[in-house]
Antibody, heavy 115, light 110 residues
Framework: EVQLVESGGGLVQPGGSLRLSCVAS????????MTWVRQAPGKGLEWVSA????????RYGDSVRGRFTISRDNSKNTLYLQMNSLRVDDTAVYYC????????WGQGTLVTVSS | QSVLTQPPSASGTPGQRVTISCSGR????????VNWYQQLPGTAPKLLVY???QRPSGVPDRFSGSKSGTSASLAISGLQSEDEADYYC???????????FGGGTKLTVL
């Protein structure tokens, strides 16, 4: 069974940094691209970033490009999202998902940016 | 404002058929395949339809997807109370070089 478990969320001040992790199991991690999607409280889904299976291709949404960095460690079956220069409007539940088509999703980790 | 346009709400009675639309443009729906997700209250989203009309294993055939030009639709037949959820369309956008989601449609079963 495919499992994705996110961690690393929490409360951070505006301008601060946070690194999210997503540990994958149940499939050959390096064979699949991975995606981050976020959902602000009471709002819809927003595509954040994606990375190829090898890690050599990355893509970012306009609202996070230049501030967030996606990466992966295939030896550890782990996906990362380094978030810098955080803003109040980055407050959201962050989900990792397998493949470009996002199937399945993890349970999410909450990031709160507030002073 | 989402790149993909969905109606904010839809409703139907048990047993009815409802459709949810998703409107985009040539750089996204017009060029790439559409996925649909269901998000039940308080849970993570789940893939419902991929590649316009394909269902993952375990998804009932009451759910069906279609695409024409720069628009896509999700149809739910034999509506059930457990179908009450938020539904999102998503697609790759060649101009943005990234994925985009619709704003979501809240389905109410009356």
């Amino acid at each position: 069974e495919v499992q994705l478990v996110e961690s690393g969320g929490g409360l951070v001040q505006p301008g601060g940094s946070l690194r999210l992790s997503c540990v994958a199991s149940g499939f050959t991690f390096s064979d699949y691209p991975m995606t981050w999607v976020r959902q602000a409280p009471g709002k819809g889904l927003e595509w954040v970033s994606a990375i190829s299976g090898s890690g050599d291709t990355t893509r970012y949404g306009d609202s996070v490009r230049g501030r967030f960095t996606i990466s992966r460690d295939n030896s550890k079956n782990t996906l990362y999202l380094q978030m810098n220069s955080l803003r109040v409007d980055d407050t959201a539940v962050y989900y990792c998902a397998k493949d470009w088509k996002c199937d399945p999703w993890g349970q999410g980790t909450l990031v709160t940016v507030s002073s | 404002q989402s790149v993909l346009t969905q109606p904010p709400s839809a409703s139907g009675t048990p047993g009815q058929r409802v459709t949810i639309s998703c409107s985009g443009r040539s750089s996204n729906i017009g060029s790439n395949t559409v996925n649909w997700y269901q998000q039940l209250p308080g849970t993570a989203p789940k893939l419902l339809v991929y590649s316009n009309s394909q269902r993952p294993s375990g998804v009932p055939d009451r759910f069906s997807g279609s695409k024409s030009g720069t628009s896509a639709s999700l149809a739910i037949s034999g509506l059930q109370s457990e179908d009450e959820a938020d539904y999102y369309c998503a697609v790759w956008d060649d101009s943005l070089n990234g994925g985009v989601f619709g704003g979501g449609t809240k389905l109410t079963v009356l």
